[in-house]
């Protein structure tokens, strides 16, 4: 697609529900990223696929978190037994490089998770 | 491992007068250096970036940037700020020697443009 496009855009769970948010990258595109940007704050890194396979999740703040992109597309971010901390915008981002000419990102417009 | 500071959470300006953002950097290597904007609602729009080459970046919507080593410094700047300039900013740091490490972004600085 032209963009990278991420759904639900808001999304309210109860304490304790699963949540299962979308990523669909810019077709093509090898390199996609999940951030986290609580309020006011900047985005912090949770994870990062090249391709299908995960190369980096040492930013997924605890194992209640899980990320996947099966086939080397769209991805999906689980959270299980949500938590009110993990109440933020969940921004992903794409890029069409992987070796260090890889310059920037495409982000989405991210989904806003509430957690009540 | 890398880091970014923007130490200013707020700058306020009128509408005409230029506009400086600050922000300074860590990383081990050498520096791929970005800045993003941010308006409500919104995913990052990319601004400009600097990889090698002129140390003054020039990005969309009349934004630049000024690359300088010997202060770890990047700040943004535009010699005349509009209204629709308010929103948030990121400055953003990778190693250029790392492969393909993340982006590691600040704490975002919020910019008012007064008419």
């Known amino acids: 697609g032209a963009g990278v496009s991420q759904s639900p855009r808001y999304k309210v769970a109860k304490r304790g529900q699963d949540v299962a948010l979308r990523c669909d990258p810019i077709s093509g595109h090898v390199s996609l990223f999940w951030y986290q940007q609580a309020l006011g704050q900047g985005p912090e890194f949770l994870t990062y696929f090249q391709n299908e396979a995960q190369l980096d999740k040492s930013g997924l703040p605890s194992d209640r978190f899980f990320a996947e992109r099966p086939e080397g597309s769209v991805s999906t971010l689980k959270i299980q037994r949500t938590q009110q901390e993990d109440s933020a915008v969940y921004l992903c981002?794409?890029?069409?490089?992987?070796?260090?000419?890889?310059?920037?990102?495409?982000f989405g417009s991210g989904t806003r998770l509430t957690v009540v | 491992a890398q880091s970014v500071a923007q130490p200013e959470d707020q700058v306020n300006v009128a509408e005409g007068n230029p506009l400086t953002v600050k922000c300074t950097y860590s990383v081990s290597g050498n520096p791929y250096l970005f800045w993003y904007v941010q308006y409500p609602n919104r995913g990052l729009q990319f601004l400009l970036k600097?990889?090698?080459?002129?140390?003054l970046v020039k990005g969309s919507y009349g934004f630049e940037a000024e690359f300088n080593k010997s202060q770890t410094s990047f700040h943004l700047k535009k010699p005349s700020a509009l209204v629709s300039d308010s929103a948030l900013y990121f400055c953003?740091?990778?190693?250029?020697?790392?492969?393909?490490?993340?982006?590691?972004f600040g704490k975002g600085t919020r910019l008012s443009v007064i008419a």
């Open positions: 981002a794409s890029s069409g490089g992987t070796g260090p000419f890889d310059y920037g990102y495409t």
């Open positions: 600097y990889i090698t080459g002129d140390n």
């Open positions: 953003a740091v990778r190693d250029a020697w790392t492969g393909n490490t993340p982006l590691v």
